[in-house]
C-alpha cells in the first residue's frame, strides 16, 4: 500500500503505543496526528490509519465519524467554528453568524468557494464567561465581536 | 480564618507566569503534599482524610469523593486506573480549563496522590479536543514533572510509580459523561455504557477506574496541606467541604470564573457581587443555576444559598456550577430551543426516548417559536419530556428533559403567547 502518513506520523505513536495497554487506544490520537498532516481524513488516510492499529477501515470510520472534529471532507484553509450555545447567544452569537454567513457569502456548514474558509456552528466551547466565542483552526478568539470578526477574516484574505 | 484560605484557586490564576513548577514550588507549598503522602501515610489514610474533607465531586453528580476512592478494590490483581475527566462540555463552565491553564501542577500533584492512593500507576487525563493549547500547557508542566522526578518510575525516590497520559477528546459532549468517557478513551465511540458494572469494578480497559473531574483532583493537595477536617470547616455548609469555582455568563456585567466558600453565597450575591449585577441596567428574568441542563429559576427564587442541597430543595441542581444570567428582554421559547437542539444534536442514539425525544422536542419547540403550533402542543411537549427523564443509559436524557419542564412550568405564558398568535418569531 502506498504510503500517504509521514515519518513523523509513525515516529509519533511509537512514542505514544507504550503510553496504553493495547493498540485500538491509539485510534484517536492517531486520528488527530493524521488530521494534523492532512487537514482531513480522506479514505486513503483512514485506510493507513486502519492499517497501523490493526483493525478494519470500516472500524476506523465509525469511530471517526462519531466525533464532530474529525472532517471527513476537505475544509477551508481556516476554519471558523462559532459557538452558539446558551452562553454566546445571550451575549449576541447570532448576530455574529449571521454578519459571517453575510460577509463570507456561504451558509454556515460551508466551505467559500475560493477554498479559504469554512463556518461552522459549534456547541458550547467551553469558554463561556469570554462569550461570545470562535476557533480559527486551534485558536481560540473570545469576546468576539463583529470588527474582530471582520479584521480577522481580512487578515486571512490578505495572506492567502 | 485568614484571608489567604478564602479562596484556594483563583488568587493564582489570570497570569500567565504562574503555570511554571518554579511558582509552584515557591508559592503554592508545590508538591509537599504529595511528598508528605507518599513518604508518611498508606493509601486508607489519605482516603480518610479526603472523606474527612467533606468534598463532593465538581463534575456535576457530586458524589463524595473518598466514598468513590473507598469503592477501588483493594486486592484486585488487574491494574488501578485513576481518570481525569477534563472534557468541560456542559454549557456555561469553563472552571477546568482555568485550572489547567494557570495551576497545571495542583492537578498533577492531585493525580498523584489520588493515584497512590487507590493503586494507579498509569492516569489519564482525558481533555476535550478543543483545548488543543491547554492540552499542550498540561503535557508541558507533566514535562517538567518527569524531569524533577515528581512522575515516572520510582517518584520522589520513594518506590512509586506513576505515569501521566493526556488524551483528547474529539469533539463529542458525551464523553463528558465518565462511561462514555472510558469508551472514547479505548478508541472507541463515545458511547454510555450500561451500569452495572460501575467503573470502580470494571472501568477503563475493563479494569477498576475512578473518575474524577479536574477541579475535585486539584482540590486534593489542599485537602492534604489543611488537613481533612480544616478543608471540611472552609464550607459554610453540611456535608460540603472547601470552596467552588462558580462559571458565571449571561447578562451580567462582569462574567467570569470565580471562586465561593462552598455555601458562603446565595444565587442573588453571585450576580451582585461577583457578576456585579445584570448588565446594561436591566432587570434579571431567570437564572440556569447549573449548566445547561439543570431546571432554570425564576427572579423570584434566586436567594437560594448557592449549594448542592438548598438547590436541591427548590427543584434545581448545582451541577457543574455554571451559572447562566437571562435579562428581562430574552426570549424564553427562543433559549429553550437553542438549549433542546443541543441535547439532540449530542444525544448518542442509544436508547430510543432519548434519540427520538429529544428530536421531538426540538421539532415541536420549532414549531412553536414559528407560529405553527396548537395550544395543545405545549402540553405535548411536557409529555414528551415526561417520558425521557429516568428511562435512559445515562444522565443526558434527564439533562434534556429538565429545561423543557423547567421552561414551560415557569414562564408557559411565553409560550403561550406564540401558539396564540400573540407573539411573533422576529
Ligand atoms: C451527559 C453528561 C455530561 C457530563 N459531562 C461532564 C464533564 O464535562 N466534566 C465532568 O467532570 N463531568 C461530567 N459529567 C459527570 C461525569 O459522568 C462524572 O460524574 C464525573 O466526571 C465524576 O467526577 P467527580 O465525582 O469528581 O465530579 C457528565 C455527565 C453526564 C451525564
Ligand atoms: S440517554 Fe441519550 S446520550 Fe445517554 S446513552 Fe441514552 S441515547 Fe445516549
Ligand atoms: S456557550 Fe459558547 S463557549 Fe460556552
Redesign the interface.
Known sequence: MEKHLSDRFYGAMSK?EP????K??????A??QAQKEYGWLPKEVLAEVAEY?GVHEAQIR??AS?????NLKPVGKTHLKLC????C???GADDLMEYAEKKLGVKCGETTPDGLFTLSEE?????????PVM?AN???VENLDIRALNELIEKVKHER | MSAETQTLFVQHFWNDSNRTLDYYVKRMNGYESAKKVIATMTPDQVIEEVKKANIRGRGGAGFPMGMKWGFIPKNSEKPKYLVCNADESEPGTCKDRQIIRYTPHLLIEGLIIGSYAIGCHHSYVYIRGEYVREAELLNAAIEEAYKNGYLGKNVFGSGFDLDITVHRGAGAYICGEETGLLNSLEGKRGEPRVKPPFPAVSGAFSCPTAVNNVESIANVPHIIRLGGEEFAKLGKIDKSGGTRLISLSGHVNKPGVYEALAGSMTVRQIIEDFGGGVWKGKRLKAVIPGGSSSPVLTADEIDVVYDVEPLMKIGTMMGSAAVMVIDEDTDMVKLLLRITKFYAHESCGQCTPCREGCHWMESILHKILHGEAKPSDIDLLVDVAGNIGGKTLCALGDAAAMPVQSFVKKFRSEFEAYVKGQKSHA
Do not use: Q, S, W
Not at chain 1, 84 to 87: E, I, K
Not at chain 1, 126 to 131: L, S
Open positions: 505514544l503510553r496504553y495497554p493495547n485500538k487506544a491509539l485510534i484517536l490520537p486520528l488527530h492499529i465509525e469511530v462519531f466525533y464532530t472534529m474529525y452558539t450555545n446558551v452562553a447567544c445571550l451575549r456547541e458550547c466551547l467551553g469558554a463561556c464567561t469570554t462569550a476557533m486551534d485558536e481560540y
